[in-house]
């Protein structure tokens, strides 16, 4: 009687967020990595902050709101129930984001901050924390743009990367001065024409993979496009993955640009350039694991597959125990696919199991892998 009480409440902890009020806050881990979209950006531009919570201590998926106070305090009393704006987004894989505005974000608690208050302050030092603020995470400050925007711009180049060297899933910005950049053979000769827009003509390898600068699809002018940042500053923002549209498992060695006008039509470019991909490790071989290690009938199974194969899809799982079937897909992407399996719910009646059969299978219907898993039997727990 007592084992079934605690799997009960176990169980109930299982599947229920953290809603414990605490006179003082329970302090948890900051954000095992934490990251901007687009990496180089202005106060007055749209940015998402993405934070990632593996290992911190929070539940998976709980909601989790955002508590700022420099440069301003815009939730300001309201750290027991905070305001839905504060709230953040659940990507999945213990990965959270929220998109803002920053100057317009921090307005919320003062209408005549500028965008010189922002970059006078100490920076944006936040926590995350639980609605009603039971619970949260240790004190970080989100990245910003301040410094590199300012030191491009009195560097004199022509050009510069985000990071110097790009990787394929990870945000990359590309700064330009247009003052400093040949074009048409003359240093500074965009100064000298009357265009509508930039545009960003590239692709990977040695223009292998293309992603063309075409002037008569409106969707590929807007793709392309350079931002106006100010002055004769313009940025490219793109993770390289996504905007070439390759396999995830792609590793370019660099990518090959030019700089071109709309007018609507081409008027002229700058030289052909490179940026250089940054070293890359090799994908890790495929992996499988189970939690608990020991587990019984009355268990929670956790099944993860990582680095999976690049055409493996959306993994699908069957177990089979006794007369019993159990299929289902696993959740996640490439890197790490899950599952998890109420065995109480789904093998309720069967007493006498030793073990459980389990087949993993890719989109296909191939099998990737089968193993038994052994179950301690129910009169050892009881």
């Given at each position: 009687?007592?084992?079934?009480?605690?799997?009960?409440?176990?169980?109930?902890?299982?599947?229920?967020?953290?809603?414990?009020?605490?006179?003082?806050?329970?302090?948890?881990?900051?954000?095992?990595?934490?990251?901007?979209?687009?990496?180089?950006?202005?106060?007055?531009?749209?940015?998402?902050?993405?934070?990632?919570?593996?290992?911190?201590?929070?539940?998976?998926?709980?909601?989790?709101?955002?508590?700022?106070?420099?440069?301003?305090?815009?939730?300001?009393?309201?750290?027991?129930?905070?305001?839905?704006?504060?709230?953040?987004?659940?990507?999945?894989?213990?990965?959270?984001?929220?998109?803002?505005?920053?100057?317009?974000?921090?307005?919320?608690?003062?209408?005549?901050?500028?965008?010189?208050?922002?970059?006078?302050?100490?920076?944006?030092?936040?926590?995350?924390?639980?609605?009603?603020?039971?619970?949260?995470?240790?004190?970080?400050?989100?990245?910003?743009?301040?410094?590199?925007?300012?030191?491009?711009?009195?560097?004199?180049?022509?050009?510069?990367?985000?990071?110097?060297?790009?990787?394929?899933?990870?945000?990359?910005?590309?700064?330009?001065?247009?003052?400093?950049?040949?074009?048409?053979?003359?240093?500074?000769?965009?100064?000298?024409?009357?265009?509508?827009?930039?545009?960003?003509?590239?692709?990977?390898?040695?223009?292998?993979?293309?992603?063309?600068?075409?002037?008569?699809?409106?969707?590929?002018?807007?793709?392309?496009?350079?931002?106006?940042?100010?002055?004769?500053?313009?940025?490219?923002?793109?993770?390289?993955?996504?905007?070439?549209?390759?396999?995830?498992?792609?590793?370019?060695?660099?990518?090959?640009?030019?700089?071109?006008?709309?007018?609507?039509?081409?008027?002229?470019?700058?030289?052909?350039?490179?940026?250089?991909?940054?070293?890359?490790?090799?994908?890790?071989?495929?992996?499988?694991?189970?939690?608990?290690?020991?587990?019984?009938a009355w268990d929670i199974l956790t099944l993860t597959r990582q680095w999976n194969e690049k055409t493996s899809g959306i993994l699908k799982y069957t177990i089979t125990a006794g007369n019993k079937t159990i299929t289902g897909e696993m959740d996640g992407n490439r890197d790490k696919q899950q599952a998890h399996i109420n065995l109480l719910k789904e093998l309720a009646g069967q007493t006498d199991l030793t073990k459980i059969?389990?087949?993993?299978?890719?989109?296909?219907?191939?099998?990737?892998?089968?193993?038994?898993?052994?179950?301690?039997?129910?009169?050892?727990?009881?």
């Amino acid at each position: 009687m007592k084992r079934i009480l605690f799997v009960i409440i176990s169980l109930m902890s299982f599947f229920s967020p953290i809603n414990i009020l605490a006179d003082d806050p329970v302090e948890l881990g900051v954000p095992s990595k934490f990251w901007t979209f687009p990496k180089i950006y202005t106060m007055d531009e749209e940015v998402t902050w993405y934070f990632d919570m593996t290992d911190t201590g929070f539940d998976e998926g709980i909601d989790l709101y955002m508590w700022t106070w420099s440069p301003t305090e815009p939730d300001a009393g309201n750290w027991e129930s905070s305001s839905d704006f504060a709230k953040l987004e659940y990507v999945g894989n213990n990965i959270y984001k929220t998109t803002i505005i920053p100057l317009e974000y921090y307005r919320r608690a003062n209408p005549n901050l500028t965008i010189e208050d922002i970059e006078g302050s100490a920076g944006f030092w936040m926590r995350l924390k639980t609605k009603n603020g039971a619970y949260q995470s240790g004190v970080f400050s989100m990245s910003w743009s301040v410094s590199e925007l300012k030191d491009f711009k009195e560097s004199g180049e022509a050009v510069t990367s985000y990071p110097a060297k790009f990787t394929m899933d990870d945000p990359l910005s590309i700064l330009f001065n247009i003052e400093e950049l040949t074009f048409n053979g003359k240093k500074g000769g965009l100064l000298d024409v009357n265009f509508e827009s930039l545009h960003f003509h590239s692709g990977l390898d040695n223009w292998s993979i293309l992603q063309e600068a075409q002037m008569w699809l409106p969707e590929i002018v807007e793709k392309t496009k350079l931002k106006h940042i100010s002055d004769n500053i313009y940025k490219m923002d793109l993770i390289p993955s996504e905007y070439y549209g390759v396999e995830s498992d792609y590793q370019a060695e660099n990518i090959a640009y030019l700089i071109t006008t709309h007018n609507p039509d081409w008027t002229g470019t700058t030289p052909d350039a490179l940026l250089k991909a940054a070293d890359v490790a090799p994908y890790p071989d495929p992996s499988f694991s189970y939690f608990p290690q020991k587990i019984c009938a009355w268990d929670i199974l956790t099944l993860t597959r990582q680095w999976n194969e690049k055409t493996s899809g959306i993994l699908k799982y069957t177990i089979t125990a006794g007369n019993k079937t159990i299929t289902g897909e696993m959740d996640g992407n490439r890197d790490k696919q899950q599952a998890h399996i109420n065995l109480l719910k789904e093998l309720a009646g069967q007493t006498d199991l030793t073990k459980i059969s389990l087949k993993i299978a890719n989109k296909d219907g191939s099998t990737l892998l089968t193993t038994d898993i052994p179950l301690i039997p129910l009169f050892e727990v009881e």
